[in-house]
C-alpha cells in the first residue's frame, strides 16, 4: 500500500475516533447533569415541604391570635364599660374575625370567637366572669368621729382612725392601732353603695314593707323594698341576692337574715337608706363557710347626740346579744355596740362601744369578695380551643 492511501485511512481512523470520544463526553456530561437534577429534585422536596408546612403553621397560628385578640377585645370593653354588641367583628390583616358574645347569668359571659385566614380557621370558647373584691386591712375603720370605747368592750384586730380613739375602764383593742389626721379614702366608696342599690334593683320589688314575724320564713333573689323590713320573733329571711331597703331595717327576737348555702365561700350586701337595728339575740351572716360574710351598709349620716350614743338614733345599733357576722358600714354616720353585741367589722364615721360589746376581726374576709355587683371586675374563669 502505498504511503499517501496509508496517511488517509489513519486520518480518517483519527476522525471517527474523536467524534465517538466527543459522543461519549457529551452522554457523560448529560447523564451527570440529568443525575444532578434528579438528586437536586430529590433533595428540594422535603425543604419545600418544610417551607409550605411552615407558612401553614404560621397562617394557623396567626387565625389564633386573631380569635384571641377577639377575646381580648371583649374583655376590655367589659372592664371598661365600653359597649359590646351580640356579634363584635375585628377585621385583622384583612380577614373578617368574629366573636359572638352570650350572657349565662350577670357575673358570666360565654364569648366564642371564630377567625380564618388563609383557608385555615381556629375557634376559641372563653368564659369570663366578674368579681367584685374589697380589701380589709383593719377590723375597725373610723374617720373623723373617731372611737370609744366602755365597759369591757374590747376589739380583736386591728384599728385605724382618723379621729380621736378613748379606752375607758376596762375596754381594749388587742390589734395594732393606727391613726392619722391625713384623710384617707375608705375601701368602699358611696358609689360601691348605689351600686349594690342599682344591682338589687335590677331584681324584684316589693312596694311596701316586708314583715317576717313568728317563725314565718322565706328566700329572695335580688330585691328592693321601697319601705321597711321588719323582723321579730323567729322570722327568718334567706338571701340569693342583693338587697336594699328604702326604709328602716329592724330585727328583734332572734329574727334572723343568712345567705344561701350556694354562696359558698362569696359575699353579697344589704343597703338601708334609713337606720338599721339588729336587738336581742337577732343574727346576720354569710353562708356559713369560711370568707362569706354581707355588708350591710347604710349611707345615712344619723350619729348621736352625745358621746354615749343614749340621746339620737345611729345609722346602725346593735344590742342585747346581737350577733351580726358581718361588716358593717356607715362611712358618714355612728355605729353604736352595747350589751355584749359583736360583729366582725366596722367602718364608720363614730363608733362607740360599751358594756361588754365586741368586734372579732375575721382573717377571712381580708380579700372580700361578692358573688353579685355592678361594681366588677372581669377576668377569664376558663379558655380553650374547640
Not at 338601708?272 to 337577732?282: F, H, M, Q
Request: glycine fraction near 6%.
Amino acid at each position: 500500500m502505498s504511503s499517501s492511501k496509508l496517511k488517509t485511512e489513519n486520518s480518517k481512523a483519527r476522525l471517527y475516533s474523536n467524534k465517538e470520544s466527543g459522543q461519549v463526553v457529551l452522554i457523560a456530561v448529560i447523564l451527570s447533569v440529568s443525575v444532578s437534577v434528579l438528586i437536586l429534585f430529590a433533595l428540594s422536596l422535603p425543604i419545600a415541604d418544610q417551607i409550605r408546612n411552615a407558612g401553614d403553621y404560621l397562617s394557623s397560628r396567626q387565625a389564633l391570635i386573631n380569635s384571641e385578640s377577639l377575646n381580648d377585645e371583649v374583655l376590655y370593653r367589659l372592664n371598661n364599660n365600653k359597649n359590646i354588641p351580640s356579634v363584635l367583628n375585628l377585621s385583622v390583616l384583612g380577614d373578617i374575625s368574629y366573636s359572638i358574645v352570650a350572657d349565662w347569668n350577670s357575673s358570666t359571659k360565654q364569648v366564642l370567637s371564630n377567625s380564618t385566614y388563609r383557608d385555615f380557621t381556629r375557634k376559641i370558647e372563653a368564659v369570663f366572669i366578674s368579681n367584685r373584691t374589697v380589701i380589709f386591712d383593719f377590723g375597725v375603720w373610723i374617720a373623723s368621729g373617731g372611737l370609744r370605747m366602755e365597759n369591757s368592750s374590747h376589739i380583736d384586730g386591728n384599728v385605724f382612725s382618723m379621729g380621736t380613739i378613748l379606752e375607758m375602764g376596762s375596754s381594749y383593742v388587742s390589734g395594732i392601732v393606727s391613726t392619722s389626721t391625713t384623710p384617707v379614702n375608705l375601701p368602699i366608696s358611696d358609689e360601691d353603695i348605689n351600686n349594690w342599690k342599682a344591682q338589687a334593683s335590677s331584681g324584684k320589688i316589693i312596694d311596701g314593707d316586708l314583715n317576717l314575724d313568728n317563725k314565718s320564713t322565706t328566700t329572695v333573689s335580688a330585691l328592693k323594698i321601697t319601705h321597711n323590713l321588719n323582723l321579730k320573733n323567729s322570722g327568718s329571711l334567706t338571701l340569693n341576692g342583693p338587697l336594699y331597703v328604702m326604709g328602716n331595717l329592724d330585727m328583734d327576737n332572734s329574727s334572723k337574715i343568712q345567705l344561701d348555702p350556694s354562696y359558698g365561700g362569696k359575699s353579697e350586701t344589704i343597703v338601708v337608706d334609713g337606720t338599721i337595728s339588729l336587738a336581742n339575740s337577732t343574727y346576720l351572716g354569710g353562708s356559713g363557710q369560711n370568707g362569706s360574710t354581707i355588708i350591710l351598709a347604710t349611707q345615712n349620716t344619723s350619729g348621736c347626740s352625745n358621746v354615749d350614743c343614749t340621746e339620737g338614733t345611729p345609722a346602725i345599733r346593735l344590742s342585747n346579744s346581737a350577733e351580726a357576722s358581718a361588716i358593717l358600714l356607715a362611712p358618714h354616720g355612728a355605729v353604736y355596740l352595747s350589751n355584749s353585741a359583736s360583729t366582725k367589722s366596722v367602718l364608720a364615721n363614730y363608733l362607740y362601744m360599751q358594756n361588754s360589746a365586741e368586734i372579732n376581726y375575721d382573717p377571712y374576709i381580708v380579700n372580700t369578695n361578692f358573688k353579685t355587683s355592678t361594681s366588677t371586675f372581669w377576668s377569664i374563669s376558663s379558655l380553650k380551643e374547640i
